[in-house]
């Protein structure tokens, strides 16, 4: 009932003309199914040369990596809501934990780029996850699901529809070492339940989480067994055909639940 979705953050990687380059190489190495949506997240600087040259009958998404809350003005280095749809994109990372421990953004931030979002018509990929500290001292479910409640406050069970969680362990990105199926798993259902509590079991069972952290053509379909685990956010292994094509497999290869 929830379409996987599988999301390759590109992070600082790609001039405009290797994205490109990469795109053409990417979209006929890519499953086309209806079952797994896929959304590519380049840099801002190359959205425009990926639209053209996914073309405009792609199977694929275009998403932006982060936004300012305001529309415009003067923000300087900053990016809005309407430029990322300008440019052909539907989605948006928000919160994602670089942007938290590296550019200082905190969960009041947060807050506001999702409602921006989606008055801009963009669907935020909300990023959640534990420090290992956090995680070591057993604090991992309340940490995570405080951040969920601080970025969706006050939102609607509407508004709820168009947003999907990422939960990203930080520990793991990056990292070479993802998060265990379970401990995954464990983490999906503490935010199900929590969006239950505070909207509505059904907007809690359309809502689509992700899994984030060193997810890889290895272990991909193991994660994506699970029926809790709606889809992956990519970093690392989007940035090669193969390992994310073997990704994106997985995904149309996963059971039906
Ligand atoms: C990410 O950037 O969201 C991410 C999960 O990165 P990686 O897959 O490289 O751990």
Known sequence: ???TLIVGNWKMNKTASEAARFVRELTS??????????VLVPPFTALESVRA?????????????????????AFTGEISGPMLRDLGCTYVIVGHSERRALFGERDGDVHKKVRSALLHGLRPILCVGESLEERESG????????????????LSQRELDAITI?????????????ATTEQAVTVH???????AAGWHHDTAGRMRILYGGSVTPQNAASLLSE???????????CLKT?????IALAAKNRPTH
């Open 139 to 154: 604090r991992t479910e309340p940490l995570v699901t405080g951040q969920v409640a601080a970025a969706l406050n006050g």
């Open 166 to 178: 990422a939960y990203e362990p930080v520990w793991a990105i990056g990292t070479g070492r993802a």
């Open 53 to 73: 040259a996914l073309g405009s009958a792609s199977h694929l998404g275009l998403g932006g990596q982060n936004m300012h809350w305001e529309a415009q003005g």
């Open 227 to 237: 029926p809790d685990i709606d889809g992956a956010l990519v970093g690392g292994a």
């Open 242 to 246: 193969d390992s994310f094509a073997t």
């Open 189 to 195: 259902r503490a935010i199900r339940k929590h969006i």
């Open 1 to 3: 009932m929830r379409t």
């Open 29 to 38: 190495a890519l499953p086309r199914d209806p079952a797994v949506e896929i």
